[in-house]
């Protein structure tokens, strides 16, 4: 036989053998990939919002305290009574007379380590 014919035979064998394997395959697919009957996802209860009228409007000494943390003032500082500045992209907080405290612009500032700590965040390393 002419070694065209042969190559002419030989490569319709390989596409008939790959339109077998892709139907094969397409076929597994469909299998694994049918969907089987679920009951619908419930979404868990939330708390009751407390009322806006409940919160209080103006921070005092008093009520700043109170607070497990505070926003940072306006220059980027921490308020007096809330020291410790937390970043929350980084989840890392700084304590005063940390390295890089001075130039952290806080999300966030507690007035403690352990209440950053409780709240999610670890201290920087320096």
């Given at each position: 036989m002419a070694p065209?014919?042969i190559a002419l035979?030989?490569?319709?064998a390989?596409?008939?053998?790959?339109?077998?394997v892709g139907?094969?395959l397409s076929?597994?697919?469909?299998?694994?990939?049918?969907?089987?009957?679920t009951?619908?996802p419930q979404w868990p209860?939330w708390?009751?919002?407390?009322d806006?009228?409940?919160?209080?409007?103006a921070?005092?000494?008093?009520?700043?305290?109170?607070?497990?943390?505070l926003?940072?003032?306006?220059?980027?500082s921490?308020?007096?009574?809330?020291?410790v500045?937390?970043?929350?992209?980084?989840?890392i907080f700084?304590?005063?007379?940390?390295?890089?405290y001075?130039?952290t612009?806080?999300?966030r500032?507690?007035p403690?380590?352990?209440?950053?700590?409780?709240?999610?965040?670890?201290q920087s390393?320096?």
């Amino acid at each position: 036989m002419a070694p065209i014919g042969i190559a002419l035979r030989r490569t319709l064998a390989l596409v008939a053998l790959a339109v077998a394997v892709g139907a094969l395959l397409s076929w597994r697919r469909r299998e694994i990939s049918a969907p089987t009957a679920t009951a619908t996802p419930q979404w868990p209860d939330w708390p009751a919002q407390p009322d806006a009228a409940a919160q209080p409007t103006a921070l005092s000494p008093q009520n700043a305290n109170q607070l497990p943390w505070l926003p940072a003032n306006n220059d980027g500082s921490a308020p007096d009574s809330h020291p410790v500045k937390a970043k929350e992209s980084s989840g890392i907080f700084h304590v005063p007379g940390g390295r890089f405290y001075e130039r952290t612009k806080p999300d966030r500032c507690y007035p403690t380590a352990a209440a950053a700590e409780a709240d999610g965040y670890r201290q920087s390393k320096t």
